[in-house]
């Protein structure tokens, strides 16, 4: 167990519907980053939060976007959602944002969009 | 921008045997971090092992061990003794260690290498 939780494990949806994953860090730490697994992409960066500010983006649609509340926890938001972004959403955390940073991962959601 | 490659799709090892995985990345940087992760059939994502670009030792986590050639930007991993348990996807990543750009925390993915391992 990483300490990284994620909900929900699994989301199943249509086409053109919205959803929320949810990401809580480990205790402690600030920052989140969001990556996508899919059979054609890989594992790919999407965007990454450090103690509520954005830090980094990489591959993210406009469709998604992220946010970092106090609390620390993240949300990533999936719109207007196609065939192609069924994948498995990983969130992972760090202490902050300087070296030596290992990144922990949560267990994941499986989205599958129909 | 940095890249990954792991060659070998597939891996197959007989348990109690040595296997060794391969990693090439490419970059400009001097200072980075390279990662094994491991991904079982659950799909958590499980860190193997961690290298430093800036130490010459080779990192080593009880069976598990890397060869890290930092001319060549190499990066293989090695399992002895392997395990039943051990069968999983196998990915290296890659990490930028400086501060520039604000991007560079990210990790850069491999396509991943399927270990086998055979009673």
């Known amino acids: 167990d990483s300490g990284v939780t994620q909900t929900p494990k699994h989301l199943i949806t249509a086409t053109g519907q919205r959803v929320t994953l949810r990401c809580s860090p480990r205790s402690g730490d600030l920052s989140v980053y969001w990556y996508q697994q899919s059979l054609d992409q890989g594992l790919q960066f999407l965007i990454q939060y450090y103690n509520g500010e954005e830090r980094a983006k990489g591959n993210i649609l406009e469709r998604f976007s992220a946010q970092q509340f106090p609390d620390l926890h993240s949300e990533l938001n999936l719109s207007s959602l196609e065939l192609g972004d069924s994948a498995l959403y990983f969130c992972?955390?760090?202490?902050?944002?300087?070296?030596?940073?290992?990144?922990?991962f949560g267990p994941g959601t499986r989205l599958l969009v129909l | 921008a940095q890249t990954v490659t792991q060659s070998q799709p597939e891996m197959s090892v007989q348990e109690a045997e040595t296997v060794t995985l391969s990693c090439t990345y490419d970059?400009?940087?001097?200072?980075?971090?390279l990662f094994w992760y491991k991904q079982p059939p659950s799909r958590q994502m499980i860190l193997v092992i961690r290298q430093e670009a800036y130490k010459q030792q080779n990192a080593t986590e009880n069976r598990f061990s890397v060869n890290f050639q930092k001319a060549a930007k190499s990066f293989s991993l090695k399992i002895s003794d392997s395990q039943l348990g051990d069968a999983a996807m196998y990915f290296c990543a890659y990490r930028s260690g400086s501060l520039s750009g604000g991007s560079n925390y990210k990790l850069t993915f491999g396509k991943g290498t399927l270990l086998t391992v055979n009673p």
């Open positions: 992972a955390s760090s202490v902050g944002v300087g070296s030596p940073e290992t990144q922990y």
């Open positions: 970059t400009s940087e001097s200072d980075y971090y």
